[in-house]
């Protein structure tokens, strides 16, 4: 089962929140290159998050490929030529624990954040980085192409704060046609992208991609998220995904999530999110395999 059948089966669960779950388990996570590092570092330790997400129900798991590219590389005073390896470690990681756990039903989504997480000072929650539209396809095509060789399942292109940033991966992902992808935008509010866009018209966008087979929001707190996906629904008719955060705020300075936030999500918050809409339901940064575990016992129940 891929994607597009996934999504008429669902609505269904995916993983939660990587580098936070690290973090819950003891990893320090304070460098530029954030849980990417830990590819170089102890890769067993992504590994086992991973099953930890196949453990608590979730049909795909997102790769530890966010914040990793030559550009990132470079600026964490690295040889930028080691991304390439990290980026397809990242996805073998994911698939192995899959075939570990005895589920190779589950699938491998290999992600692709914005040039933003490459900077790793909070731009990825601004947008507008004063590049090119050129630059900027030119940046996603390279990581792209690179994540295709590790053959994933699907593309998870997330976490993009703005429309202008869709349309350069919309442009990107042409070129691999044959594997498919959702975008999912972080978003300030109920109606607008942390980029300043109207979230209506960033998913129009999103959606223009032959490849893109879903559309939806992540790594935004959980109360944006009904009026989001309501907003989605009325400008396609694609599937959407939900995952949120903790509803915490990230501070660029200490690098960290403060205030006080959530560590699930209640069975009547994710059956709102299924009435408007949410084909695939996971978490982000903050909600790890417990609050999964409560959105896969939802879902099941339906």
Do not use: K
Request: net charge negative; charged share 15%; glycine share 10%.
């Amino acid at each position: 089962m891929g994607l597009p059948e996934l999504l008429r089966a669902g609505p269904a669960p995916i993983d939660g929140g990587l580098a936070s779950e690290l973090q819950a388990r003891g990893q320090d996570l304070s460098g530029r290159l954030w849980s990417a590092g830990l590819l170089i570092e102890d890769p067993a330790q992504i590994q086992a998050v991973h099953a930890s997400y196949v453990a608590a129900g979730a049909r795909v798991l997102i790769s530890a490929s966010y914040q990793c590219s030559r550009h990132a590389l470079a600026l964490a005073g690295r040889d930028p030529a080691e991304a390439d390896a990290l980026l397809r470690r990242s996805v073998e990681l994911a698939r192995a624990a899959t075939l570990a756990a005895g589920r190779p039903d589950v699938l491998v989504a290999a992600s692709v954040g914005p040039y933003g997480a490459a900077l790793a000072d909070g731009s990825e929650y601004r947008g507008r980085y004063g590049l090119r539209h050129d630059e900027l396809v030119a940046f996603h095509a390279q990581r792209l192409a690179v994540l295709v060789e590790a053959s994933p399942d699907l593309f998870a292109v997330e976490t993009i704060p703005d429309a202008l940033e869709a349309g350069a991966i919309a442009e990107a992902l042409a070129g691999y046609p044959q594997i498919p992808a959702w975008i999912t935008f972080s978003c300030a509010d109920a109606a607008t992208t942390c980029g300043g866009d109207a979230f209506s018209d960033a998913v129009t966008v999103a959606a223009s991609a032959a490849s893109v087979v879903a559309v939806g929001v992540n790594c935004t707190p959980p109360e944006h998220i009904h009026g989001l996906l309501r907003r989605a629904a009325d400008v396609t008719d694609l599937p959407l995904v939900a995952y949120p955060n903790a509803g915490r705020t990230w501070d660029p300075g200490t690098r960290a999530w403060t205030g006080a936030g959530t560590d699930t999500v209640p069975a009547d918050v994710v059956l709102d999110w299924v009435d408007a809409g949410a084909s695939l339901i996971g978490g982000c940064c903050g909600l790890g395999p417990a609050a999964v575990a409560g959105i896969a016992a939802t879902l099941s129940s339906l």
